[in-house]
């Protein structure tokens, strides 16, 4: 059983179509990748899945629920999680700020307890804490968690995004080009912390990369957006063989010169 | 660029170098206590030995008093013991300032005012600084509660006398709970339709609600009369005195002596200071439990990025309407309290100038901090309402007892404030002249001298005249009439000098200092 189902979902920008019927399902405990060129629609797919775009035509089932029509928080509350292109760290806060933060759809806010400080108020600030600095442990910032967010390195930001992320203990957590910027060993450390979120946690994992290095070594499903279009999917070796991924990368040209050579 | 990084290390600034012996006392946890105390005692005294007769009074008093009122957070910023820290500021809050406002009435009257403005300014504080959700019409809020206190109480012939639905005075403390509900629903009811916009555009709705509420309460008046128009509501009730104040007011008058003119007014004044002091105190507890608090991060998140908040599962709009709302509320209850203080409401004291002003004041103090909201109100409040009134008034004061300012006090100004113009203008010649010069160090050597010189021959021609008479002060430069201009350029330079405020909280000040960094980073990557 599928734990995220998107059925010919599409997206119009005025003249623009940035998804164009794209169906896609993601198995339970699986770690995926959406790749394609820059300007396919993947980002923009993420963002109709967490709800900040709202498809106009399709539908995206997740647990069984359908998500259309779902505030991006509400799609948080309901288990699905992501991390930013660009990082969008709260940059003025503290690492473990940022991490309770991301608890916001698990705790009970009521402005009453939080004056009175009753009903369990403190218990659950401890708790809070706690985990916040158990996540930050799991992603290897353990000790840090005191650090005003912009004065991370790089590398340190997209972990606390990550952790962030996991925070309302998602099932399924969207990584939007999550080793970007990262030198090949740093993206190598991301690689290992990804296996470890789906096989410590549980999480499912999807990814937008473009590091095809990190791309065949993780993904057991990936599918390939050009042109807001699916032009393929399949086990990472079906992608390396398929002709039109080849295509879209390098042009017509290569790819009749690539199948030339793999004749010769 | 060498000797613009090294200047810092080298030279350390006149203002920390006063500063240094008094931070060491405060650091020094022996010390401390006993010098903030007799620190505390010698304000009062002076102040209650000021005369005013003394033709120096008001600039004497400008002097004195503001020290008083800042003695708390003098307080608050030493290393001791919260213990001690507590029962000094309770010294300061109920006996020294008391004391001094038995003394001087006007001093009470102050008081009072700067504690309204405390609270407004930590309500603002909540919407603009904790939420980052910029709030032009603020002093609606405050507007509805003081409407409501007063619609109900007040003789003039409005709707509510007409049909008898007048209140006692004794329902004063249960308007304040009211005026908290009636005007955080006012918070939800501008909240909603507003939550959509941001930044710039929030501003100019709120801007425009403030106004509708203002321009309302001028036209309610008509065909049924709720607000009696811009004429205002006139009698407003005071809450009854509990008898315990003019019991405390007389027995400290029979045993410091102190001489008191009118006790009615006094405890009046008494029991406005204490409710206000409470109100102050609830409003603090709350604000303080709310930054710290899911809420509070759910705030500053929203502030920082609101998409990524959103995405991180914070409901975008129930957080703004609750900071709308909690805003709000405390507007409300002050709104209440200045009703009954002033005793009359009408449109003119709520117009968009109060919006801005109490918006100066967390500016000032440093936004997003609780302790820098009440600073900022009580500095700019002083400033508005005693110090530069005061200039004016001494500066009257001198004109009719036909003062002379002595040649050598002249000279000193000049060269004081002329030399330091002159420094800061050949520093920023000098920068040309250096390439002449080529050697760094001959140039600076230069530069002092001709400072030198110049700041001499200013002080030595000054000498020679008969100083400056008072009378020959311009009556178009009347410091009355230029009250807001001096107001004006002080906000300038404070934000050119102290961007992130007198009080800033630690996380706006590095979010400042780093915007400040990078705004520096790209300068000098755009020159190289």
């Known amino acids: 059983m599928a734990l995220l189902d998107v059925r010919n979902v599409t997206k119009r920008f005025g003249g623009l179509t940035a998804v164009s019927d794209v169906t896609m399902s993601v198995a339970e405990g699986s770690i995926s990748a959406i790749i394609g060129p820059n300007g396919a629609g993947k980002t923009t797919f993420f963002n109709l899945l967490t709800g900040i775009y709202v498809p106009d035509v399709g539908s995206i089932n997740f647990g069984g629920r359908s998500l259309i029509g779902l505030r991006p928080d509400q799609v948080n509350a309901a288990g699905m999680s992501r991390t930013f292109q660009n990082i969008r760290l709260f940059p003025g806060m503290t690492v473990v700020e940022n991490v309770m933060v991301g608890m916001h759809s698990r705790l009970n806010v009521s402005l009453v307890r939080t004056i009175t400080r009753l009903g369990g108020f403190n218990k659950q600030e401890k708790r809070v804490r706690e985990r916040a600095s158990d996540l930050l442990n799991f992603v290897g910032l353990s000790g840090q968690g005191d650090e005003i967010c912009r004065n991370l390195p790089y590398g340190a930001q997209r972990r606390v995004e990550i952790a962030r992320a996991m925070a309302s203990d998602p099932k399924l957590i969207l990584l939007d080009e999550p080793t970007a910027g990262m030198n090949p060993n740093e993206s190598k450390d991301a690689m290992e912390l990804f296996r470890k979120v789906r096989d410590e946690r549980g999480v499912t994992v999807v990814l937008i990369e473009h590091d095809m290095k990190v791309v065949m070594g993780i993904s057991e499903h990936i599918t390939v957006l050009n042109f807001g279009q699916t032009i393929a999917e399949g086990t990472p070796k079906e992608i390396q063989s398929n002709e039109k991924v080849v295509e879209a990368y390098l042009g017509r040209h290569a790819a009749g010169s690539s199948r030339a050579e793999g004749e010769a | ?528």
């Open chain 2, 1 to 528: 660029m060498t000797t613009a990084q090294s200047t810092p290390t080298i030279k350390i600034s006149l203002m920390g170098r006063i500063m240094a012996p008094i931070r060491a006392v405060l650091d020094n946890p022996v010390l401390a206590v006993p010098a903030l105390i007799v620190y505390m005692i010698a304000v009062t005294l002076i102040l209650l030995g000021l005369n005013r007769s003394d033709p120096l009074f008001p600039l004497k008093s400008s002097l004195a008093f503001p020290p008083l009122v800042l003695s708390p957070f003098i307080v608050l910023s030493a290393k001791i013991d919260w213990r001690f820290k507590g029962l000094l500021v309770l010294a300061a809050l109920f006996i020294f300032l008391p004391l001094i406002g038995m003394y001087d009435s006007s001093y009470f009257e102050l008081v009072i005012q700067i504690c309204i403005f405390s609270g407004l300014a930590l309500g603002l504080n909540i919407v603009v600084g904790f939420a980052g959700l910029l709030d032009l019409g603020y002093v609606a809020f405050f507007a509805v509660g003081a409407y409501l206190w007063a619609m109900f109480t007040s003789p003039v012939d409005t709707y509510f006398k007409v049909n008898n639905m007048l209140v006692s005075a004794n329902y004063f403390y249960l308007f304040i709970f009211l005026g908290v509900a009636v005007a955080a629903t006012g918070g939800i009811l501008l909240g909603l339709p507003v939550l959509r916009l941001r930044g710039d555009y929030l501003a100019i709705v709120t801007l425009g609600f403030g106004e509708v509420i203002r321009v309302l309460a001028v036209n309610f008046n008509s065909p049924t009369n709720f607000t009696n128009g811009s004429q205002g509501l006139d009698g407003v009730l005071r809450p009854t005195v509990p008898p315990f104040i003019p019991d405390i007011i007389m027995r400290v008058d029979q045993t410091l002596g102190i001489p008191i003119s009118n006790a009615n007014t006094l405890a009046q004044q008494m029991l406005f200071y204490l409710v206000a002091i409470v109100i102050i105190a609830c409003i603090i507890v709350i604000a303080r439990r709310l930054d710290d608090s899911p809420i509070g991060r759910a705030w500053t998140a929203i502030r920082e990025d609101e998409v990524a908040a959103i995405a991180m599962g914070v409901p975008l709009v129930r957080m703004k309407l609750m900071a709308f709302a909690m805003g709000a509320s405390f507007a409300g209850a002050i709104g209440v309290l200045y009703a009954a203080k002033q005793s009359f409401v009408s449109p003119e004291s709520f117009s968009l100038n109060q919006s801005i002003g109490i918006l100066a004041m967390v500016i000032v103090g440093g936004i997003g901090g609780i302790r820098g909201a009440l600073f900022g109100a009580c500095v700019v409040t002083l400033l508005n309402l005693q110090v530069l009134k005061n200039l004016s008034l001494q500066i009257n004061n001198f004109k009719n007892i036909d003062a002379v300012m002595p040649p050598w006090l002249v000279a000193v100004i000049l060269a004081v404030v002329g030399g330091w113009i002159l420094w800061k203008l050949l520093k920023a010649l000098w920068s040309f002249a250096n390439r002449w010069f080529g050697n760094a160090k001959q140039a600076e050597q230069v530069r002092v001298v001709v400072w030198g010189v110049l700041v001499a021959a200013i002080a030595l021609l000054t000498l020679q005249g008969s100083g400056f008479r008072f009378d020959d002060w311009p009556a178009q430069l009347e410091p009355a009439k230029y009250e807001r201009l001096v107001f004006g350029i002080l906000l300038i330079m404070m934000m050119i000098f102290r961007p992130s405020g007198l009080l800033p909280e630690p996380r706006r000040k590095m979010e400042m200092t780093a915007a400040k960094a990078e705004a520096e980073d790209g300068a000098i990557g755009g020159g190289g």
